[in-house]
């Protein structure tokens, strides 16, 4: 147990306030004048003890300012949760139904691996987050002990390219399902080059596109003119960029350059001895290879490496990580996570109650004490 707000206990100090009220409103004693004691001597009247009337009310008045101030000090509790059922979670397009005909009958916690987690009696809600990442939600949700069970199918759809690490061991069930077509390969990436682009440094561009498959190299550009988007700017020259291709850079686009590399580019490529051959550095949004040197495959020799086409390829495309991959193999591991922080859990809903409860034996016990006043 711990108070969120522990200033809120400083209400206390309202509890003078009944204490005060059944200081002042004590049963009255009326003085009755007898004939026969009025030639007594006067004696000095012993001093008047402190005393409270009706202690069952004044204590209820007590509790009830003592909830409220607990009730405005806001205690949680921050133990462990306890641990709920097994749990058992299907990835939408499975048949859930006719996986939970053969489920043991106390096994009736079964949930779709979708957002919110919503039981298999609704339709499967339509989604496009991961499963992997779904899975490491709902591992942080569920309470420690919770035991899982995961029926997914094969192949496993939406990797992210992480491994799946989960707090818990994981029954891990994977169902055979037909795999759908295979998407259309991505476009190779386009190269256009200047106008006054040395015939010698088209040569090789077009050698570059062949060894990438690309059977027709794109034409050179028209003066002043620049790449479209998703194209590949290619300056052949080893001065600086012109300033509207330099713009076109920091916007976003990608362009190759025989120039000498900055300072801070990374190394792409090396030849045997350990030399670079190829650079590249971001610049605003774009990227920036270098392969510095004039473009003519018998006097350049970073040209006639084998490895380059492949290496720029994958720098200009670089290829996406695999969104599927067999089930069996993408099974989670147990791994011992930190420690997240416990749950707050506040029963704000049963000092209320307690509170209302206190509200009307007092309002119940005060009524009863006038009625016993005498009139």
């Known amino acids: 147990m711990s108070l969120l707000f522990p200033l809120g ?8 306030l009944p204490l005060l009220i059944h200081l002042a409103r004590r049963h009255p004693y009326t003085p009755l004048d007898f004939a026969a004691l009025r030639w007594l001597r006067a004696r000095i009247r012993p001093r008047q003890r402190v005393r409270f009337d009706d202690w069952p009310l004044l204590l209820v008045r007590l509790l009830l300012l003592a909830a409220l101030a607990v009730l405005l000090a806001r205690p949680a509790l921050t133990g462990p949760a306890p641990a709920t059922g097994a749990w058992t979670v299907v990835a939408p397009g499975l048949d859930a139904t006719a996986l ?3 489920a043991p009958a106390d096994d009736d916690n079964w949930r779709w691996l979708a957002p919110g987690f919503p039981t298999v009696d609704q339709p499967p809600p339509a989604t496009d987050v991961a499963l992997p990442s779904l899975l490491r939600e709902l591992d942080a949700q569920l309470p420690t002990g919770t035991a899982l069970t995961v029926h997914v199918p094969d192949p496993l759809p939406g990797l992210d390219g992480m491994r799946l690490h989960l707090s818990r061991a994981v029954r891990w069930q994977t169902h055979p399902r037909a795999t759908a077509a295979t998407a259309a390969p991505t476009p190779l990436p386009q190269l256009r080059m200047h106008a006054d682009a040395p015939a010698a440094a088209q040569r090789w561009l077009a050698a570059l596109q062949r060894a990438w498959g690309t059977r027709s190299p794109a034409p050179v550009l028209p003066a002043d003119a620049l790449p479209a988007p998703g194209e590949v700017g290619v300056w052949s020259r080893a001065d600086a960029l012109p300033a509207h291709w330099q713009a076109w850079l920091q916007a976003g686009g990608s362009v190759l350059t025989a120039a000498r590399p900055a300072a801070d580019a990374r190394a792409l490529l090396r030849d045997a001895e350990g030399a670079t051959l190829l650079w590249q550095q971001r610049v605003g949004h774009g990227r920036l290879l270098f392969l510095p040197g004039e473009w ?3 006097g350049n020799a970073a040209l006639r490496d084998a490895r380059l086409p492949h290496t720029l390829l994958q720098a200009l495309q670089p ?8 089930a069996q193999d993408h099974a989670p591991r147990q791994v011992a996570l930190p420690a997240a922080t416990p749950a707050v859990r506040e029963p704000t809903a049963w000092l209320l109650l307690a509170i209302v409860l206190l509200f009307a034996l007092e309002r119940w016990m ?3 004490a006038r ?3 005498p009139a």
């Open 9 to 16: 206990l400083a209400a206390l100090a309202a509890w003078l």
């Open 371 to 373: 009625r016993r006043l």
């Open 319 to 326: 290829a996406p990580p695999p969104r599927s991959g067999d």
């Open 366 to 368: 005060a009524s009863s």
């Open 296 to 298: 003519n495959a018998a």
């Open 100 to 102: 939970h005909a053969g």
